[in-house]
């Protein structure tokens, strides 16, 4: 089983900067890929950002690239969002995910275990 804690949400302004992180205890994610979703209020839940075990491949939603960056520390069991140049189009909770598979999925289904989020909220 692995618990996963997100934090580092909060309030900002547009154009600002945020860094989440994901911490995991439980397990050790080394074999796992780690993903970012994100959920708005009347939304369904959306990718961000994906990063296989390694570290070698990163994916990311086009409405993030080029401003968000995912990281893992796997010597620290943390998974890291930077997050740039903030727009009020990203306030949602942020949910950190693993899944066993260690490819880094961009979607929901396979991932088998998820954190309780943490909040950013951007204000224009």
């Known amino acids: 089983q692995v618990q996963l804690v997100e934090s580092g949400g909060g309030l900002v302004q547009a154009g600002g900067s945020l860094r989440l992180s994901c911490a995991a205890s439980?397990?050790?994610?080394?074999?796992?890929?780690m993903g970012w979703f994100r959920q708005a209020p009347g939304k369904e839940r959306e990718f961000v950002a994906a990063i296989s075990w390694s570290g070698g491949r990163t994916y990311y939603a086009d409405s993030v690239k080029g401003r968000f960056t995912i990281s893992r520390d796997n010597a620290k069991n943390t998974v890291y969002l930077q997050m740039n140049n903030l727009k009020p189009e990203d306030t949602a909770v942020y949910y950190c995910?693993?899944?066993?598979?260690?490819?880094?999925?961009?979607?929901?289904?396979?991932?088998?275990?998820w954190g309780q989020g943490t909040q950013v909220t951007v204000s224009s």
């Open positions: 439980g397990r050790s994610l080394s074999p796992y890929g």
């Open positions: 995910g693993a899944e066993k598979y260690g490819l880094g999925a961009k979607t929901a289904g396979p991932y088998d275990y």
